[in-house]
């Protein structure tokens, strides 16, 4: 199977570096699918789930911002936050969901709503990617 070398980055360190098969996220513009000898191709994140085949096996992930950057058969995903599905404590997203749901309905403006908008997304994403 034709593989690239993906490395998957956060601030908060190293998810991935290794070859794949097929990497899925999710753009500002949509998802995106990578594949071996995908031409060159920069991008940034938006929120949502992210999916990589190694080995023949998927894997699940959520990814919120952040940039992709593809060259020469080399993939970096670089996160404002990441985590594998496995990873997720959904308790924890559905609370960040209560919490991001009231900040919505008490928003006074504009920058504030989109903020909280923000947050729901990246607890929802959460929640679904241990539910798929
Ligand atoms: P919370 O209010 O629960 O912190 P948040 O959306 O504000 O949610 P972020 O700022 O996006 O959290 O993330 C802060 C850090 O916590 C990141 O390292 C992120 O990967 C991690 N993180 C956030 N929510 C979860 C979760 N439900 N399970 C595991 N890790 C999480």
Redesign the pocket.
């Known amino acids: 199977m034709a593989t690239f070398h993906l490395q998957i980055v956060t601030p ?1 360190g190293g998810f991935y570096d290794g070859e794949a098969e097929k990497l899925i996220v999710r753009t500002i513009d949509g998802d995106v699918c990578i594949l071996p000898k995908h031409s060159p191709y920069v991008t940034a994140l938006g929120t949502g789930t992210t999916s990589v085949v190694i080995d023949g096996k998927r894997r699940r992930a959520a990814c ?1 911002g952040g940039m992709l950057a593809v060259m020469k058969n080399n993939v970096r995903l670089v996160a404002t ?3 594998w599905a496995e ?3 959904v308790d ?2 559905q ?2 969901k209560d ?1 991001a749901e009231q900040l919505i309905a008490k928003a006074t403006d504009q920058r504030e709503l989109e903020l909280a908008q923000a ?1 729901l997304k ?2 929802l994403t ?1 929640i679904q990617v241990t539910q798929i």
């Open positions: 908060d919120a936050t990441f985590e990873d997720i404590d924890r997203a609370r960040a919490r947050r990246r607890a959460r």
